[in-house]
């Protein structure tokens, strides 16, 4: 029998929002765990940052915690450690990730916190009408760059990559099937997982039509062990943008050598 993770709460994203589509395969996601016997619902515990994507945990029947803008982490690593058999999933966007929480983020990366971080990049500040973020493309004109941003946009994946995660993959939120797949990989993964996904704005930055012929979904045989293959990728230029599990290896977790 399929889980009631739906709530009462009423969806208030825009009309036709891609977190909608993140919402549904996460859902699928939870439902296929469980049922497989991955862990119980009680054994999941989901956090949301501020901004758009926060809104998630109001939609989610599941144990859950909003935290400050830019914080979601500190508040994941911090049940992980005091539960280590909480299951973490952590909902962020762009901004609150790459912006105010960029400090959290690379330290959960560099200390391979057992915990899965889902990545809203919608590359705007959305929930306040559509102020850039340091992924935002350089000439990308907003309520804060009005002429078009002048600076060079943040690499997500190359950082993570660099600061030492030991899961990193990208996906787009309008292919539910694979994203509810790369989600699972991540809870299957023990270590810091880290997943962005590519979610367009519709209201403030529709990428829509300009992603149909960029994104193209790595073979299913590439060796996801390899270091520097995972950054050659990463590295990839505008005219494409690889999705798929850049890189996945074992390594102890932060939560194991601090509890011994």
């Known amino acids: 029998m399929a889980l009631q993770l739906e709530t009462k709460a009423k ?132 309520k804060s760059t009005p002429t078009g941003s002048i600076e060079e946009p943040f690499n997500p994946i190359l950082a993570m990559l660099a600061m030492g995660a030991t899961f990193v993959a990208r996906t787009y939120a309008g292919d539910m099937a694979k994203t509810k797949e790369i989600m699972k990989a991540a809870f299957d993964h023990k270590g810091f997982s880290f997943v962005d996904i590519i979610q367009p704005c519709i209201s403030f930055f529709d990428t829509r039509d300009a992603l149909k012929d960029k994104l193209f979904w790595l073979d299913d045989k590439f060796p996801t062990d390899n270091i520097e293959l995972a950054m050659l990728n990463a590295r990839a230029k505008d005219e494409k943008m690889p999705l798929g599990i850049f890189y996945r290896v074992s390594k102890p977790t932060f939560e194991e050598q601090v509890n011994g």
């Open 11 to 142: 969806i208030t994203w825009c009309p036709g929002c891609t977190n909608n589509q993140i919402l549904v395969a996460f859902r699928q996601a939870v439902d296929e765990m469980v049922a497989d016997g991955k862990f119980k619902p009680e054994e999941l515990a989901v956090f949301a940052g501020i901004g758009c994507h926060g809104k998630i945990s109001d939609y989610l029947n599941l144990s859950s915690f909003t935290s400050l803008h830019g914080r979601v982490i500190p508040a994941m690593t911090g049940a992980k450690l005091a539960n280590p058999s909480l299951q973490i999933a952590g909902f962020s966007g762009d901004g609150d990730s790459f912006a105010e929480g960029m400090e959290h983020l690379m330290h959960a990366a560099r200390r391979n916190s057992d915990i899965n971080l889902f990545v809203h990049d919608n590359q705007v500040f959305a929930l306040t009408t559509g102020q850039a973020t340091p992924v935002s493309p350089k000439g990308f004109k907003g």
